[in-house]
């Protein structure tokens, strides 16, 4: 149904409406009913409507919400859709439930009802990794990893600490979506068109119906605004590109080359050509999918650019962006998730010279300037290097020529370098405890 006949002497072609009508907007059917209910309920409150047309409505409006709503082709959107519906259902009293609201107003609504669940739900999805890639890393607060700068070897520490950096990651990814579910938490209802109506509405009674407690300070950009969707698509992409680094690691970790992991059977895949195959994709499409999230990133930011203000038909775009924003770190952290919690972890131990800030710290621990020190054991390293040795294998008076403190005793061994960890957070295995504590009680709240 169209709701904008009267003015115009022939109805709109098929063309006009193949190309204008985008039926993304189905999946905030729910949404849209919810915010008609209230609506509804505060035209009623405020005598706009009658207690039992308000009654009608509301009765209408919870039918298509249990029902929900057949889209047909003369649809221009879910909200006339819905409006339609009611029609059949209540007949024209039906007429009433748009009294002193617009489509604008309407559909900046349902979008931050629509964000408010999926802000939830996303935190509920990362709550969820959290825990997956916690269990993992505690199996392994002692299993021994390099870790890497420039992809060169650095320094020892555990595969848990290594893990764990992605959990806190993600957990950051839900704070951010926390401090955004605030800002969505407010209604725009009663915006109208672009400057408000000369109805005597209250705005408050509707948001506090939605369970808000705050409504738009100006009208114009309460219906012209879509930073709200930019910012949900970019936490959505900040988590994907998260993810993405995840699942590149993944995808070096099982090669050949590499060796750390061997991925589960069932969350492989194999090569139609050469028997012996074993394929991440899940971490490839994780990997692509975040391609995919920073460009709809820009496309979201791209949309709002060169719009005057209010409301322009270009903001109907902004839909297909939030739904695959949300889907897709949805399904990404859940395909993940399962990845690392069903893979097997068996990382090489990393060579000695990843002891080699340790050893300087030895000789720091005994006065000598840090300067000194590593230029001191940057010559051992070179040393092993030329004979093909490790740090274990340098020889006593090799050692002692180079500081005359020095013997083989002091090199530590892989272990004992990553229970000298002192400081808070990098990953000794006490210290992997407290992070995992943490951790834990974060992905249980509610
Ligand atoms: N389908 C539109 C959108 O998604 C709803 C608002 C339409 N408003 C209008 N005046 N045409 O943005």
Redesign the pocket.
Same mark, same amino acid.
């Given at each position: 149904m169209s709701l904008w006949g009267g003015r115009f002497q022939q109805g709109p072609s098929d063309l006009l409406w193949a190309y204008t009508v985008?039926r993304a907007?189905e999946r905030l059917l729910k949404h849209d009913v919810a915010g008609s209910i209230a609506h509804a309920r505060m035209l009623a409150a405020v005598g706009l409507i009658s207690e039992s047309e308000g009654d009608d409505l509301i009765r209408g409006l919870e039918t298509i919400s249990h029902d929900g709503v057949e889209y047909l082709q003369t649809d221009e959107?879910i909200?006339s859709a819905v409006e339609r519906r009611l029609f059949e259902l209540i007949g024209e009293v039906a007429g009433k439930l748009h009294t002193g609201r617009s +489509?604008?107003d309407q559909?900046a609504l349902d979008l931050r009802l629509f964000l408010a669940e999926a802000a939830d739900d996303q935190m509920a999805g990362i709550q969820r990794f959290v825990m997956q890639i916690v269990q993992t890393a505690e199996r392994h607060t002692r299993t021994p990893v390099a870790s890497y700068t420039h992809l060169q070897q650095a320094q020892v520490t555990s595969l848990a600490h290594h893990l764990l950096a992605y959990a806190w990651m993600a957990r950051r990814d839900a704070d951010r979506l926390e401090d955004f579910s605030r800002r969505v938490a407010v209604s725009p209802l009663g915006a109208g068109a672009s400057a408000g109506s000369s109805l005597p509405l209250e705005p408050a009674i509707t948001a506090e119906l939605l369970g808000w407690d705050s409504t738009f300070d100006n009208s114009m950009e309460a219906v012209g605004s879509r930073d709200l969707a930019a910012e949900y698509v970019f936490i959505c992409s900040q988590a994907m590109v998260n993810l993405s680094r995840l699942a590149e690691e993944i995808i070096l970790w099982s090669s050949q080359e590499f060796n750390w992991m061997t991925l589960p059977d069932d969350l492989a895949t194999g090569s139609s050509a050469m028997p012996h195959k074993k394929n991440p994709d899940i971490a490839e499409l994780a990997r692509g999918r975040a391609a995919i999230a920073v460009s709809d990133t820009a496309a979201i930011l791209g949309l709002q650019a060169s719009l005057p203000l209010t409301?322009n +038909?270009d903001?109907?775009e902004d839909?297909r962006l939030v739904f695959s924003a949300h889907d897709r770190l949805m399904s990404s952290g859940q395909a993940l998730g399962a990845l690392v919690a069903g893979s097997e972890f068996h990382p090489p131990r990393p060579g000695s010279l990843v002891l080699s800030l340790d050893l300087a710290e030895v000789l720091v621990g005994r006065g000598v300037p840090f300067r000194e020190a590593h230029e001191i054991v940057g010559g051992l390293v070179a040393e092993a290097e030329h004979s093909g040795i490790g740090l274990f294998d340098l020889k006593p008076e090799i050692l002692h020529a180079a500081h005359p403190s020095l013997t083989v005793d002091d090199i530590p061994t892989i272990e004992d370098s990553l229970e000298r960890r002192a400081v808070p957070g990098s990953g000794s295995p006490a210290d992997i405890a407290v992070q995992v504590i943490a951790l834990k009680a974060w992905a249980r709240e509610d």
């Amino acid at each position: 149904m169209s709701l904008w006949g009267g003015r115009f002497q022939q109805g709109p072609s098929d063309l006009l409406w193949a190309y204008t009508v985008e039926r993304a907007d189905e999946r905030l059917l729910k949404h849209d009913v919810a915010g008609s209910i209230a609506h509804a309920r505060m035209l009623a409150a405020v005598g706009l409507i009658s207690e039992s047309e308000g009654d009608d409505l509301i009765r209408g409006l919870e039918t298509i919400s249990h029902d929900g709503v057949e889209y047909l082709q003369t649809d221009e959107d879910i909200h006339s859709a819905v409006e339609r519906r009611l029609f059949e259902l209540i007949g024209e009293v039906a007429g009433k439930l748009h009294t002193g609201r617009s +489509r604008n107003d309407q559909i900046a609504l349902d979008l931050r009802l629509f964000l408010a669940e999926a802000a939830d739900d996303q935190m509920a999805g990362i709550q969820r990794f959290v825990m997956q890639i916690v269990q993992t890393a505690e199996r392994h607060t002692r299993t021994p990893v390099a870790s890497y700068t420039h992809l060169q070897q650095a320094q020892v520490t555990s595969l848990a600490h290594h893990l764990l950096a992605y959990a806190w990651m993600a957990r950051r990814d839900a704070d951010r979506l926390e401090d955004f579910s605030r800002r969505v938490a407010v209604s725009p209802l009663g915006a109208g068109a672009s400057a408000g109506s000369s109805l005597p509405l209250e705005p408050a009674i509707t948001a506090e119906l939605l369970g808000w407690d705050s409504t738009f300070d100006n009208s114009m950009e309460a219906v012209g605004s879509r930073d709200l969707a930019a910012e949900y698509v970019f936490i959505c992409s900040q988590a994907m590109v998260n993810l993405s680094r995840l699942a590149e690691e993944i995808i070096l970790w099982s090669s050949q080359e590499f060796n750390w992991m061997t991925l589960p059977d069932d969350l492989a895949t194999g090569s139609s050509a050469m028997p012996h195959k074993k394929n991440p994709d899940i971490a490839e499409l994780a990997r692509g999918r975040a391609a995919i999230a920073v460009s709809d990133t820009a496309a979201i930011l791209g949309l709002q650019a060169s719009l005057p203000l209010t409301y322009n +038909r270009d903001l109907q775009e902004d839909k297909r962006l939030v739904f695959s924003a949300h889907d897709r770190l949805m399904s990404s952290g859940q395909a993940l998730g399962a990845l690392v919690a069903g893979s097997e972890f068996h990382p090489p131990r990393p060579g000695s010279l990843v002891l080699s800030l340790d050893l300087a710290e030895v000789l720091v621990g005994r006065g000598v300037p840090f300067r000194e020190a590593h230029e001191i054991v940057g010559g051992l390293v070179a040393e092993a290097e030329h004979s093909g040795i490790g740090l274990f294998d340098l020889k006593p008076e090799i050692l002692h020529a180079a500081h005359p403190s020095l013997t083989v005793d002091d090199i530590p061994t892989i272990e004992d370098s990553l229970e000298r960890r002192a400081v808070p957070g990098s990953g000794s295995p006490a210290d992997i405890a407290v992070q995992v504590i943490a951790l834990k009680a974060w992905a249980r709240e509610d």
